[in-house]
């Protein structure tokens, strides 16, 4: 009674990852992988960590054959061309690209310079983030991924949020320091180990893609989104500076945080007075699908710093798409989702 | 129908991965772990990757109530002080410390410089190498763990040793390269970041006390193990010099590896000839109980440079130490040891 | 004609960042080095940099002989202690803590929770960062040091302050990443190199002392200082967060900020449109005595990203201490400073 | 009275390396550097460490002006195409890549798999290592690099090789640990970070180029040299493993040693009984000069293993590069080579 699943360009960091989860998800079958730069190689010669789990090879996208459940996990911008033809060989979709995160034309193309070649399927994809839609996606067909420091960001307001302390029109400036694997398996000469690094390299100061998620899901106007790299190879950690209503209580902020972890099962509060780990640190997180959020608040400004820590690859990518198809399929959430991460 | 477990020691960085690796097994209730440093304390303050997974709290081992299977990782010399005690209140034991790795009381006090505290126990444990045990171990009760670097060595040997190749006078040359998780969680001054961070530093160029299972269990008199930190938290990687019998084919070593491979689940032959992961290496078996073996081969000279590579905390003690449970109990053996590391 | 210098704490990092600049400083002769805890050792076994380079032994301060210039390295409130009899020892006094860097004793009383020793001295020191106090530099007999944090600070601010558009009431926020060399050579639990590795970790939301310095400097009333330790020894920073007065056209900051790098021979400007180093980072400043400023700038909104790049220990500490005492003697200012750093 | 320098290929690592150094020279003046693929862009583009220390642009080497001497950093099997018209525009001339390191056109064919384009060059060369050949360089117009590799291992066979205890015939087992910035600055897909953070990469077991150097210059017949990549960007580590003639007793080892770094201002022997840098280690030599050697013997099997840390862009290339050119001037051998590294 399993589901037969295809990934679509298995061979980046992204594709690997779904690999690895849905080998081992006790409810799916993996059927097909395509790669067009190694084809008819085994998918162990490129993602290692597989040898002996898989005797898969990368097959040709153009080959594709029906399947109950397609990932999608092609460059920006291709799935959009053919999501047609797609349409046509599975009955439920989840694309990790940026192509259908955003709900609405215009700002897709504000934010990637160019129209949507398929604007009439945005409306039909629900936003990949469990917590921020989990209603939704238990009905959904077509979903979408999500940016990794959007995730971030989003995971971190998602109290604030909550509570109703979001003011539309107030700043919100993310700080997110991120690790390699980020960049993807591509790389370019800025990613090569002798410059990468060592580095704390703020790439991007503002205007980046996924500002616009976080505005679309929080329902902000001004967002500061800052990205900075660091040595790391997987990670994604997200300050967040914002200003609450006067007067708030720290209790209430306490308050908000609980309901929030208690809620879903992938977000942990971190917030200890003692010990190396009292805030969140995706140090531990590699390779596991928690988001660990916490919070440092100045009762008397109501100047609030809000973290989220992650794995860009797990809850920033794959994990997050896995978790979906779990809420799609009406199985338990946390399915082949079970690896905590590890220490140290 | 599962079996209790106990940790002692479970506050160092291989009782908290034998934590991590057993609260998922399907056959196991961890009751109980102790620590006397965090007494008291949350686990998961300890091992920040195990918070939503555990309420458990350390306790106190003078505390310790009856259980199937006692799992020890104290600090060296310390359970065999105790064993008689921890034996009446255990059916089943395993003692990741050196405490009973040699079978050879003599040997044990010119390796430790000490004389054993209960060398009459010696014999009753089985080394818990299952790739050199596997038979024993399924009847044994007392197990003792492995050495990580020995372990590395050890299974770079295997193939040669099963295939008859090596002899006893002959030299062995073990270069094994370590992670900064192998010194444990006390540390020293050498140990943190700012002067541990980018090093190459060969602390050991022989006489190091894994050199004694590596002579026990491969049955060899001049062995030199070299040991060398470099910058990486969990991983070995032995690199082991040998000349092998003259006028041996090629061919034939590769019939000895693939016989190994082919006969251990937790055994991978490592030899492609393009992409980037073309030899064993740890980067990518963080969290797995795989060992990743290959090697090159000199026909003309007869000299053979064997490959291993594993993650100490797992393969290297942890992960070894799960493996010869489920040995002892006639479970499958990979149970709960399922996790195939990450890849980048 | 060289001028004799002793370092008081000489064996923890600044300290030996000092003792190395000063060793080939052509104006210099190191007559005394001290440390408590490596009393009687050859500094080189300390600061195995400096073999070959000196024979020098650590000794005991309170057998301190009278020199020119003192360099004082101590633990954070300690120097304050015996600051009159170290001033009847030396005509000239560097203090790398930061017993002298507040004007202010009531501020001082309140960022470091308690009342200063000898608060008749504050007024006497300047505070030792030459971009901003150069002519009183050259003046000076007393000299404090700076805070790192501070320091990619407020350098990060320089071209702004300068300009005239900074007020003492906008809110400022800087996001400071940093290395583990900042925590000193003592380290805690959470500074061994297993548990530091990989870390993106937010150690000091707000309130870290180094704020005060900002405030001092910049006049400012609101800043939020934000401190992430991130996986590099050397290295600081500074992603610094504000709103400019409306209207400011874009080349009106770039005049800015070349006038500043103009004027300040350790100052660089990086911006550029292309390469893998189109903006500060730290990787490239080990060793030396640079700080790389850099910005975003967005004309709509008037949000402004200005970016510091320093070694912490260099320009942080040890450098900017060497470039006072240049100030002080009237020398070159750049004189043992000339390192540019290393690429790759 | 100036020497005026010119540097082939100066957008690579070894050459950005060599321009650092120049340019600080005191007896030399750079007046021209060229790299096609940067051609006309300022050198601080793409070393940024350079940034306010020179407005040179890169020129075509096409367009080379005559000059006092001449440092070729080109790709190897490059400049030996070109040596005679090169050998036309300059008096003295350095080059770093392989093209001339042996002296015998067989075993070059042998090695790089390829006939010598300049086979009647190979005698006119001396081999740039200034340990093995003072004398000669003394008097040298045409001198060769050093691999980086091969030098560690010919340093940390010098002391042995000098005091007579190494045999043609014998075995020694080189292992070389080394960092990225070996790789070059093209990189490939293995290089990049997020692939290469993190390895223990037995990249090369036997066979490697450099062990061709090893035996010409230490005049041995049986060498394996095996390489490892680790995590690290600088640094070149060699544990060497031989055999000593019987009955040889440890202080002599202590005289061969000694007698040695006296000798040679750039070797030290590091050999502590306490503290955090008992052996060689790489860690503190980026951007040095010096070879750090060191040994651990056993007396009763006349085992040896012998250690030489060095930056394998300094010692292993461009510092000795330098350091033959101030022989060659007749300068002080330590002329611009003066940063002893940093710590920590």
Known sequence: MSVSVAILGASGYAGGELLRLLLDHPQVTVTQVTSRSHLGEYVYQVHPNLRKRTTLKFSDPAQLQPVDALFAALPHGEFQKEVDRYAGLATYIIDLSADFRLRDAAAYERWYGAPHAAPHWLGKFVYGLPEFHREALRQARYVSGVGCNATATNLALLPILRAGWLHPDQQVIAEVKVGSSEAGAEGNIGSIHAERANVIRTYSAFGHRHTAEIMQECGLKNVVLTLTSVDLVRGAMA???????????????????????QEHPFLRLVKEARGIYRVPDPKILAGSNYADIGFEYDEASGHLVAFCAIDNLMKGAAGSAVQCLNLMMGWEETLGLEFPGLHP
């Open 239 to 261: 300050t967040v500076h914002l200003d609450l209503p006067p007067g708030l209580p720290m209790r209430q902020l306490w308050q908000a945080y609980r309901a929030v972890v």
